[in-house]
């Protein structure tokens, strides 16, 4: 018998050769569903979407065949070349696909192949190359700080920052309006500490829990702990995801800052922890493993960037995994004149900003900022 997880690539990847497309939640849900009850063999799948009214209608009508793939190749343009297609290049990979010189399957690689795709990886590889050395410039980074959450006092340094103490901290209203009730909050990819810190000083939660693949972070969190006592409140773990979590720990809420990029763009060392999650693997396993940690009607709440991810990449391990995709939204206020002054300096000389604004816009209302909430849940059937 196939996994949950195999199924439901197995079925995505019908979708996507046959019908074109991602499968919708309601669809791979009902062919999942039908596959477990034993109503239908996994190898009917495909006869079954061929059979469907969309499938007719794709194949039947050329028009219609030529659309849903040129949307394929438009999906590659935006979210590898940052870009709208030009007419060209739109209608020579459908010429393309068409004649059988290349199989939609291989758009992806096709694109991150050119040379378009090598010269934007190459700006951001310089413009961090710069960021490098001024960093390392930098003597302050392993000079230990303070910030105050209410009477919680958080230590870090300026290393293991990855943002929480400033856009991290859109947690406390988003948190404190969705989920008044949560008892015991765990952050992983905590850092110092910031957000999850200043939950528990807010009064958000009773106890929490820190986790985090970095012994510095772990170390810091524990200068916290026992700076302020909290000893009985606050438990830390050193963990790669949430692969080292014993199984009795239990959380109402995991929040998260975790790395937002999915490649890596020249980091250092310390960077490369704070800002990426090689070919989304963290991502992925959290999404697998959460759900035997989570209460009943637990959630997971992720600050995610769409510079380094689109929702939907999150959306389907979501579903992959037997959760349940509750909101993607933005939180107002949390982009700060500050933040989004040197978000538009960096960006800009991508050309990118207008870009992102105009998916952004197309994707999620009402706000086009740079962070956005995704936010999961347990499944009440979840086992
Ligand atoms: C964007 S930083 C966020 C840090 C802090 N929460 C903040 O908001 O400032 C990402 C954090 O994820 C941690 N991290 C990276 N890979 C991890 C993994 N596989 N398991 C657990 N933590 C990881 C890094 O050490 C880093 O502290």
């Known amino acids: ?83 709208e297609p030009d007419i060209l290049g739109l209608e020579q990979h459908l010429q393309k696909i068409k ?20 010269k934007i990886a190459n700006k951001k590889k310089i413009l961090k190359n710069k960021k490098k050395i001024s960093i390392k410039k930098n003597k302050e980074k392993n000079k230990i700080n303070t910030v105050k959450y209410k009477n919680l006092v958080v230590y870090y340094t300026k290393e293991l920052d990855g943002g929480g103490k400033v856009f991290g901290q859109d947690f406390i209203p988003v948190v404190k309006k969705k989920f008044p009730k949560a008892s015991r909050i765990c952050e992983v990819c905590s850092g110092p500490g910031f957000i999850g810190f200043s939950l528990l000083a807010n009064g958000l939660c009773d106890t929490l829990c820190l986790i985090d693949v970095n012994p510095k972070a772990i170390e810091i969190c524990k200068k916290t702990i026992s700076k302020n006592h909290l000893e009985d409140k606050v438990k830390v773990y050193l963990s790669d995801g949430l692969s080292n979590i014993p199984p009795n720990e239990k959380w109402d809420l995991l929040v998260s800052n975790p790395p937002h990029f999915e490649y890596d763009f020249g980091t250092t060392k310390e960077e490369f922890l704070i800002a990426v999650d090689p ?27 769409i510079e380094g991810s689109k929702p939907h990449i999150f959306s389907e391990m979501i579903l992959e995994n037997n959760l349940e995709l509750v909101e993607c939204f933005w939180h107002k206020k949390f982009n700060s004149l500050r933040d989004s002054k040197f978000f538009f300096e960096k960006e800009k000389e991508f050309g990118q900003i207008a870009y992102y604004k105009k998916i952004l816009k197309e994707m999620i209302n009402p706000s086009p900022y740079r962070f956005y909430f995704i936010w999961s849940k347990k499944r009440v059937s979840f086992k």
């Open 279 to 305: 070919e989304w693997k963290m991502h992925r396993e959290i999404y697998k493993d959460v759900g035997n940690y989570l209460s009943k009607n637990g959630s997971i709440l992720f600050y995610e960037n």
């Open 99 to 118: 004649k059988r010189e290349i199989s939609i399957n291989e758009l992806d690689n096709i694109f991150r192949q050119s040379e378009e795709y090598k």
């Open 1 to 83: 018998m196939d996994s949950s997880n195999e199924l439901n690539a197995f079925i995505t990847k019908c979708y996507q050769d046959i019908l074109l497309r991602e499968p919708d939640k309601v669809g791979l849900e009902y062919h999942y569903n039908k596959i477990i009850k034993k109503e239908i063999l996994k190898e009917d799948i495909p006869k079954i979407l061929r059979e469907s009214l969309e499938y007719k209608n794709l194949s039947g009508n050329e028009k219609n065949l030529d659309n849903a793939i040129r949307t394929k190749i438009t999906k590659c343009y935006r979210e590898i070349l940052f870009r």
